[in-house]
């Protein structure tokens, strides 16, 4: 389950515009942007951010919640933080990490 969850977490980010809006969120913090905000920072239609969104929610990397008549976006942290470690955890697993990279760099 844990690497379904993350292939269609890391397939969400794939697509260029989903990867701009997560950023964003991320950079705003717990606070979130309103969707309108989202809509004005990135000048897309409101029916392909909303589109994006879906994709973002659904994968549960962005919460969305009903503040009186404004939709705000929140990045999802924990899941957020879990594929992060998800990646970290499995990286180099079998061999030596980063071995190449540091004699190259010397």
């Not at 993350?6 to 701009?20: D, H, K, M």
């Not at 924990?78 to 071995?99: I, S």
């Amino acid at each position: 389950m844990i690497i379904e969850k993350a292939a269609s977490q890391l397939e969400a980010l794939g697509n260029v515009t989903r990867l701009r809006i997560f950023r964003m969120l991320v950079r705003a913090g717990d606070e979130g942007l309103p969707v309108g905000q989202l809509q004005e920072k990135l000048d897309i239609p409101g029916s392909t951010l909303s589109h994006h969104l879906k994709k973002l929610v659904d994968t549960g990397l962005v919460i969305q919640e009903r503040q009186a008549t404004t939709l705000m976006c929140t990045t999802n942290y924990r899941d957020m933080d879990a594929l992060v470690g998800y990646l970290a955890n499995e990286c180099c697993a079998d061999a030596k990490c980063g071995t190449k990279s540091k004699e190259a760099a010397a």
